[in-house]
């Protein structure tokens, strides 16, 4: 009898698994990629380079940044920016540079890579650009961010502050900001509000593409 019962747990456990692998292969698993290239570097003394990742796996949405040669020892405010209409978003070059001072700044962007939309902090679902927790350079420039996401709780605290829209990350850039305070910026460097143009600063970007896995 005990042997029976414990073949049986066995043989339910093995198409439990199966099941489970079944179903794991059938999800409609999404990747994307950035490849992020640097800006401003007559700014920074340095070529912030990196790649940013994103997986979807059923709800669960892995957000991977991996960042190199970033001003070390600051925070770095990371987001995707994109076109409030349906067009797909560009990172912009030199020639973004409206006002003839060899910085790009946030501001300038708008053209090319529209508004920021998701902060990659603690809580991207906040959807609080100005107040999250970025992540920190090491003293080599490095850093490391990952979270992991409910897609549909993002997809619903988006579609609430852009008008209905879908997150449409092939559609988005990506941009990381910032030099460190004391940075001597020209006074025509623009940025949001009262935030410092230090801070929002971009300093790579990189365009999202939809990836085979
Ligand atoms: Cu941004």
Redesign the pocket.
């Known amino acids: 009898m005990a042997f029976k019962r414990s073949t049986l747990a066995a043989l339910s456990f093995a198409v439990g698994a199966l099941a489970l692998a079944g179903t794991s292969q059938a999800a409609p698993a999404e990747a994307y990629t950035a490849q992020l290239i640097p800006m401003n570097t007559q700014v920074t003394h340095s070529n912030t380079t990196g790649e940013a990742r994103f997986h979807v796996n059923g709800d669960k949405l892995t957000i991977d940044i991996r960042v190199k040669n970033a001003p070390a020892n600051i925070e770095h ?3 995707f ?1 994109g076109l409030l209409t349906s067009g797909v978003a560009t990172c912009p070059t030199l020639g973004a540079d409206a006002n003839g001072d060899r910085i790009v700044d946030l501001i300038e962007t708008e053209p090319y890579a529209g508004t ?1 939309m998701v902060p990659f902090d603690m809580h991207p679902a906040a959807m609080d650009v100005a107040h999250g927790h970025y992540p920190k350079a090491a003293a080599d420039g490095s850093y490391h961010y990952r979270q992991v996401v409910s897609l549909s709780g993002l997809s619903a605290a988006f579609a609430k502050a852009f008008q209905g829209q879908e997150l449409n990350l092939d559609k988005r850039v990506i ?1 990381i ?1 910032g030099v460190p305070a004391d940075t001597q910026l020209p006074g025509t460097v623009q940025s949001l509000g009262p935030i410092p143009a230090s801070t929002t600063l971009p300093i790579a970007c990189g365009k999202i593409e939809r990836a085979s896995h």
Do not use: A, E
């Open positions: 405010w990371q987001h920016h920021t941009f900001h």
